[in-house]
């Protein structure tokens, strides 16, 4: 734990994990990513430490954070610092089995593989809500950031989850959609239908043990250009958080956000962003 760090996020406000109610943690790995771009492994530090640098301010030797509009309420939000992907099974039966809700920072979307099968050992069925550029359900090949999707279909629910965002599909994830009946809502679902009618078919689809996994790609790159895989057309940024938090307002038990690449970031714009959505997903949490 807490390998390589110098601050915790900066809404960590416990260092007491009984009485946690949120845990933080960081898994720098990107052994599984195929991109040309890399740096993924550093994401947790860099979103880490713009939280600190950006959303809180020091005055006269006192700390004031910069919280989302409804605050944070009185939540207890423990940062755990870093794990290796071979510390995730035992790590999250000690969080889910504590009901607690984790939310992980990445590293290449491999990692949800991993997070969902740990998961899955104490809670079934998961329905995931997969927030991507990419279906990343590429099934000729395996265990890897391009074939997720696939490589968890054994611990989740198809018929409540999908994705959102999806713009750049490949022929054979396009099959696979089709043959296992994924529900997908892109960019221009969300243009056309706006927002509010957006939300309830969301809602309307998921279950009751919800798990978000975000790869930030899924947001265009004018508003997060610090990603391993940018896709034009993406969502924008208000528009994916709003999305967030009315799905994490009706319940959720854990989620991740993955793929900022900072490295590639124009002035931390990607980290500030997963820094401020972690802070948005914390204040809507029942």
Same mark, same amino acid.
């Given at each position: 734990?807490?390998?390589?760090?110098?601050?915790?996020?900066?809404?960590?406000?416990?260092?007491?994990?009984?009485?946690?109610?949120?845990?933080?943690?960081?898994?720098?790995?990107?052994?599984?990513?195929?991109?040309?771009?890399?740096?993924?492994?550093?994401?947790?530090?860099?979103?880490?430490? *713009?939280?600190?640098?950006?959303?809180?301010?020091?005055?006269?030797?006192?700390?004031?954070?910069?919280?989302?509009? #409804?605050?944070?309420?009185?939540?207890?939000?423990?940062?755990?610092?870093?794990?290796?992907?071979?510390?995730? !099974?035992?790590?999250?039966?000690?969080? *889910?089995?504590?009901?607690?809700?984790?939310?992980?920072?990445?590293? !290449?979307? $491999?990692?949800?593989?991993?997070?969902?099968?740990?998961?899955?050992?104490?809670?079934?069925?998961?329905?995931?809500?997969?927030?991507?550029?990419?279906?990343?359900?590429?099934?000729?090949?395996?265990? %890897? %950031?391009?074939?997720?999707?696939?490589?968890?279909?054994?611990? *989740?629910?198809?018929?409540?989850?999908?994705?959102?965002?999806?713009?750049?599909?490949?022929?054979?994830?396009?099959?696979?959609?089709?043959?296992?009946?994924?529900?997908?809502?892109?960019?221009?679902?969300?243009?056309?239908?706006?927002?509010?009618? *957006?939300?309830?078919?969301?809602?309307?689809?998921?279950?009751?043990?919800?798990?978000?996994?975000?790869?930030?790609?899924?947001?265009?790159?004018?508003?997060?250009?610090?990603?391993?895989?940018?896709?034009?057309?993406?969502?924008?940024?208000?528009?994916?958080?709003?999305?967030?938090?009315?799905?994490?307002?009706?319940?959720?038990?854990?989620? !991740?956000?993955?793929?900022?690449?900072?490295?590639?970031?124009?002035?931390?714009? #990607? $980290?500030?962003?997963?820094?401020?959505?972690? $802070?948005?997903?914390?204040?809507?949490?029942?």
């Amino acid at each position: 734990m807490r390998e390589g760090m110098e601050k915790t996020i900066c809404w960590a406000n416990t260092d007491n994990f009984d009485e946690a109610d949120i845990v933080i943690l960081g898994i720098p790995d990107e052994s599984q990513s195929h991109a040309l771009r890399k740096g993924t492994s550093e994401a947790p530090h860099f979103i880490r430490d *713009i939280s600190n640098l950006r959303d809180s301010y020091t005055r006269e030797g006192t700390k004031s954070l910069a919280l989302p509009f #409804t605050g944070i309420g009185e939540k207890k939000i423990l940062d755990y610092g870093n794990i290796s992907k071979e510390q995730i !099974d035992v790590t999250f039966q000690k969080i *889910i089995s504590n009901s607690k809700i984790p939310i992980t920072i990445g590293g !290449d979307h $491999s990692i949800t593989r991993e997070l969902v099968r740990a998961i899955s050992k104490n809670i079934d069925p998961i329905s995931i809500v997969y927030f991507d550029a990419h279906p990343d359900f590429v099934s000729s090949t395996q265990n %890897y %950031y391009g074939s997720v999707f696939f490589d968890i279909l054994p611990n *989740i629910d198809p018929k409540t989850s999908l994705q959102v965002g999806i713009r750049t599909p490949e022929k054979e994830e396009l099959d696979n959609l089709k043959k296992y009946d994924i529900k997908v809502i892109t960019p221009f679902d969300v243009a056309e239908q706006g927002l509010e009618e *957006i939300s309830k078919s969301i809602l309307q689809t998921i279950g009751k043990n919800v798990y978000i996994s975000f790869d930030m790609d899924c947001v265009d790159p004018a508003f997060a250009p610090g990603v391993s895989v940018p896709v034009p057309m993406g969502l924008q940024n208000i528009d994916a958080v709003y999305l967030l938090k009315k799905i994490v307002e009706n319940g959720i038990i854990g989620m !991740d956000i993955m793929e900022v690449c900072p490295s590639y970031d124009i002035k931390d714009r #990607t $980290s500030h962003l997963a820094s401020r959505m972690i $802070s948005e997903v914390i204040s809507s949490v029942k």
